[in-house]
């Protein structure tokens, strides 16, 4: 069976279970644990970004559930599948299944997975996604899609390092992760240049004015 819903505001959220059959609609409330920082620290298994079709753009994987090329592969696939019917363009989606939560979000034709064990917390894969896909969408200047993504390969991959290291998150603030991804590649003579860095800026912020208007 595989159990698909919603994180949206406020973080009440509908599941369906896919069983091929029309089985009862649950609805389950997801509370946020007395806080982020929990006993054990939070650890992510992969991140992963492939296209519509369900092919690879950029993958991180920190976990050894998958100890072959072969198996990640088959288990993007199997996300892919999964999820490619779902409407996961206006919020971030969650699934469960292989034992795993999966959150995930597209847009364009670029699809924006995190993974973590099935006793993680939702709300902390949640926001390490968010992270990720805001970041990404700074980076490449608003045109997140695959053709730009694959262009500023280096600068996505970067994005990954700063965001996750062997599985411990360490950043999840998109201006933070960009910022520190613009400053890489200036040292390393990239593309990006100290203008760049300001208008991502400038548009995190115009964005997260947005959102508190909302």
Same mark, same amino acid.
């Given at each position: 069976?595989?159990?698909?819903?919603?994180?949206?505001?406020?973080?009440?959220?509908?599941?369906?279970?896919?069983?091929?059959?029309?089985?009862?609609?649950?609805?389950?409330?997801?509370?946020?644990?007395?806080?982020?920082?929990?006993?054990?620290?939070?650890?992510?298994?992969?991140?992963?970004?492939?296209?519509?079709?369900?092919?690879?753009?950029?993958?991180?994987?920190?976990?050894?559930?998958?100890?072959?090329?072969?198996?990640?592969?088959?288990?993007?696939?199997?996300?892919?599948?999964?999820?490619?019917?779902?409407?996961?363009?206006?919020?971030?989606?969650?699934?469960?299944?292989?034992?795993?939560?999966?959150?995930?979000?597209?847009?364009?034709?670029?699809?924006?997975?995190?993974?973590?064990?099935?006793?993680?917390?939702? +709300? &902390? !894969?949640?926001?390490?996604?968010?992270?990720?896909?805001?970041?990404?969408? /700074?980076?490449?200047?608003? =045109? $997140?899609?695959?053709?730009?993504?694959?262009?500023?390969?280096? +600068? &996505? !991959?970067?994005?990954?390092?700063?965001?996750?290291?062997?599985?411990?998150? /360490?950043?999840?603030?998109? =201006? $933070?992760?960009?910022?520190?991804?613009?400053?890489?590649?200036?040292?390393?003579?990239?593309?990006?240049?100290?203008?760049?860095?300001?208008?991502?800026?400038?548009?995190?912020?115009?964005?997260?004015?947005?959102?508190?208007?909302?």
């Amino acid at each position: 069976f595989q159990y698909f819903f919603s994180l949206s505001p406020p973080l009440s959220s509908k599941v369906e279970r896919f069983a091929g059959s029309s089985d009862t609609v649950e609805t389950r409330k997801i509370f946020p644990r007395r806080s982020l920082v929990m006993e054990s620290c939070p650890s992510i298994k992969n991140i992963i970004l492939l296209d519509s079709e369900g092919q690879r753009v950029a993958v991180k994987y920190y976990s050894d559930d998958w100890p072959t090329n072969s198996a990640k592969e088959a288990f993007e696939k199997s996300v892919s599948t999964k999820t490619q019917k779902t409407n996961a363009r206006t919020e971030a989606e969650i699934a469960m299944f292989e034992n795993n939560i999966v959150v995930y979000k597209f847009v364009q034709d670029l699809h924006f997975f995190v993974t973590g064990g099935e006793d993680e917390n939702e +709300l &902390i !894969l949640a926001t390490v996604l968010q992270g990720f896909f805001d970041a990404v969408g /700074l980076l490449l200047r608003g =045109n $997140v899609d695959k053709k730009e993504a694959l262009e500023n390969l280096d +600068l &996505i !991959l970067l994005c990954l390092d700063e965001i996750v290291d062997g599985g411990i998150i /360490l950043e999840t603030d998109a =201006n $933070v992760i960009a910022g520190k991804v613009a400053s890489h590649s200036m040292d390393a003579g990239g593309p990006l240049s100290e203008q760049t860095i300001s208008q991502a800026l400038a548009t995190a912020r115009e964005h997260l004015t947005r959102s508190l208007l909302k």
